[in-house]
């Protein structure tokens, strides 16, 4: 017989489980019992006894399917913990620090390199590289002092000393050093001159954008070091720059002809000097020759004038003798005069004398008395035969020679 005809309601055939709770009659089931259970199986999971008030059987099957929800709860719960767990290991680098918050509240001691474990969700941990040196590139056309624009490059490297406030303090550090880097180098190239930048002025430049700009950072205080500001490149404006070209070659030949000039000055004014104090040299040793020359001469003139007081027809002969010797010396030919006629004798003593030097090698004159004889035998045949009218002296002639 079917569940649902006449005579059956009172059995507990329906198929939907409903027939024993609706008290044998076709109702809905009882708002109060439904609560009752689901408030029964809700205390159960957290540690209830599992059984129910009602039937048996209806009781039996509802404390099955709460200890299978209670294991497979609490297998998910240790996997849960035991994820969270693994999540809190991280490593530090070597050229790192760690910087921990702890529900947003950062901690005092940075976290050194290694391996370390931190509550996950709880701490929060920032890593920050401390030992790397970083750089940034800023070109901009700028505005100097005397009203000129000019496009400068700077180079500005960095590294992070605070990670702290690195992290904390700022909320966005880089873009903070951006805007102070082009703060400073804005305000230090408007004090200077254009000129000054493009020639000699850049290293100056710098070392007044790196004082400014560790300023700017230490009052944001946002961590950073700046390490160093190089100006790369600094160039008047396209539109004019074959002009500013041709004046910066201008000033570099300039330069060089000075340069030059200078050099030339200091190489010749001490050449100048030299000759000066040569010459001067020079005079002073005239000087002391000539006035020893003439005291020497009078010291001789007053020695002959004792000596002539003495016996003047000796010494005059001997003055005699000593001016034709002095006369004598320079010349290279002797002419004699032959008393009684008027013929001349002509005496080559310049040939002579050349031939001799062939001979001896040498540019002196005889001055021994052997040499003298040899002299005198050469000159033989140029002299008149001894005894005749036309001799001639020849001790006179040999004392005559005895100059050269």
Do not use: C
Request: net charge negative; charged share 25%.
């Amino acid at each position: 017989m079917a569940w649902n005809e006449p005579g059956n309601n009172g059995d507990n055939n329906d198929p939907w489980g409903g027939g024993g709770r609706r008290g044998g009659n076709d109702g809905p089931p009882d708002i109060d019992e439904v609560v009752k259970n689901l408030t029964k199986k809700i205390n159960s999971l957290f540690g209830g006894s599992g059984k129910s008030s009602g039937g048996s059987g209806s009781g039996g099957s509802g404390g099955s399917g709460v200890r299978f929800n209670s294991g497979l709860l609490g297998g998910l719960i240790l996997t849960v913990v035991v994820v969270w767990g693994f999540m809190g290991f991280y490593t530090v680098d070597e050229a790192e620090r760690g910087v921990v918050l702890r529900f947003g509240r950062v901690q005092e001691a940075l976290v050194a390199p290694g391996l370390h474990w931190n509550p996950p969700i709880i701490d929060e941990v920032t890593k920050v590289n401390v030992q790397r040196l970083n750089s940034r590139q800023f070109v901009n056309d700028m505005l100097t002092t005397d009203e000129n624009i000019i496009n400068l490059t700077v180079t500005i490297q960095y590294r992070i000393s605070d990670p702290a406030n690195y992290v904390i303090a700022v909320q966005d550090p880089e873009r903070s050093l951006q805007n102070a880097s082009e703060s400073a180098i804005r305000h230090v190239v408007g004090e200077n001159y254009m000129d000054q930048i493009l020639t000699t002025g850049r290293a100056a430049v710098a070392d007044d954008v790196e004082d400014r700009l560790q300023e700017y950072m230490d009052s944001y205080r946002t961590g950073i070091f700046i390490s160093q500001v190089n100006v790369t490149d600094a160039q008047p404006p396209t539109a004019v720059r074959e002009a500013f070209d041709d004046v910066i070659r201008a000033r570099e030949d300039e330069q060089r002809v000075q340069n030059q000039a200078q050099q030339y000055a200091n190489r010749v004014i001490p050449e100048a000097r030299g000759e000066a104090q040569q010459i001067i040299e020079q005079a002073n040793a005239y000087q002391q020759e000539v006035i020893a020359r003439a005291e020497g001469d009078a010291s001789r003139f007053n020695q002959l004038l004792t000596e002539y007081s003495k016996a003047p027809e000796v010494t005059r002969e001997r003055l005699y003798i000593d001016a034709i010797e002095d006369v004598m010396t320079n010349a290279s030919k002797i002419m004699v005069d032959v008393e009684g006629g008027n013929n001349m004798m002509y005496l080559p003593l310049d040939k002579i004398l050349e031939q001799g030097e062939r001979n001896a090698a040498s540019s002196a004159l005889p001055n021994t008395s052997r040499e003298l004889q040899d002299l005198a035998n050469r000159l033989a045949p140029y002299l008149p035969a001894p005894g005749s009218s036309n001799s001639v002296d020849r001790s006179r002639l040999n004392t005559s020679g005895r100059g050269r």
